[in-house]
């Protein structure tokens, strides 16, 4: 059975989480602009044998909304997850991360590969090959160039106009159109998420706050040290190859920064492989943490 609580970090922040079942740890985080509820399917099944949790990441839906842009850097966003996991009483864990929280799943695994057993990435590039295509690929940086939009003050008005128009467009549609749950609870649910108050500004803050974007006149990409973003940890990337943001050039190369690397290609499936094949991504994992 899966239920819904808080936990008080360390750090004063105060995140709401779905879980379910007892065992290993499991950490699933979503990415932008969803919640902890995605992952309802995979907690049911994993739940079965493991303590698996779903937090709603900082700023996300019934998680705290701290003001301030630096609050959303790769740093504490990568302690939250180190400290929920203390909270919760384990000392390992296997991150399994879509998105967003694939994002900040690569750097927890790189910069506490001691606390993490295994690492899942579905559909979020290593930020090393994120930054190359952003410098030299311009079709991914045409891909990208809605994060221009996001970075912006008027990024708010833009995505509440007509009922969230535009963030319904961009995935419970999209999903919906390729066999993903498109139905009026979902939608309703996710509306719900992005009114909380406060929340759509926080959740832009993840996009103003990172150094990986489109290239700006007054915001050069940054250079960043391989060493720093090294994984060593065994690691399964499921990818759907009809992403239309992140292109499949970015898994290029992938294995210069990964020691153990698997990767899944799923060629029928979008960005929102999770929604729209979630059994294959389930088996996916279970074969992985089995192995």
Not at 237 to 250: H, K, S, T, Y
């Amino acid at each position: 059975m899966i239920q819904s609580r808080f936990v008080d970090l360390v750090n004063g922040q105060r995140l709401h989480l779905l879980e379910a079942g007892t065992g290993p740890l499991l950490i699933f985080l979503h990415g932008f602009p969803e919640f902890s509820g995605m992952w309802r399917r995979q907690l049911e099944h994993f739940g079965r044998s493991r303590h698996c949790v779903a937090p709603d990441q900082r700023g996300h839906n019934l998680s705290s909304k701290p003001p301030a842009v630096r609050d959303y850097r790769a740093k504490p966003l990568v302690e939250d997850v180190v400290q929920l996991a203390a909270a919760l009483g384990h000392e390992r864990f296997t991150l399994i991360a879509h998105d967003w929280g694939g994002a900040i799943a690569w750097n927890v695994a790189a910069w506490h590969p001691d606390w993490v057993d295994k690492l899942v990435i579905v559909n979020a590039p290593h930020p090393l090959t994120f930054l190359r295509e952003l410098r030299s690929n311009a079709a991914q940086q045409q891909a990208s160039a809605y994060m221009t939009l996001f970075r912006t003050d008027k990024a708010e008005a833009v995505l509440m106009q007509d009922g969230f128009r535009r963030l319904k467009r961009m995935t419970i549609e999209q999903w919906g159109a390729n066999g993903g749950d498109a139905s009026e609870a979902v939608v309703a649910d996710y509306v719900s998420a992005w009114s909380q108050p406060g929340a759509l500004t926080a959740m832009l803050n993840w996009y103003r706050a990172s150094p990986l974007h489109p290239p700006e006149p007054d915001a050069p990409l940054p250079d960043l040290d391989p060493a720093l973003f090294h994984v060593r940890v065994p690691t399964l990337v499921i990818w759907g190859e009809r992403d239309q943001a992140l292109l499949p050039p970015i898994l290029d190369g992938l294995d210069e920064h990964v020691d153990d690397l698997q990767v899944e290609r799923i060629p029928d499936a979008s960005h929102w492989v999770v929604h729209e094949r979630g059994d294959r991504v389930t088996a996916s994992i279970e074969r992985f943490l089995a192995a």
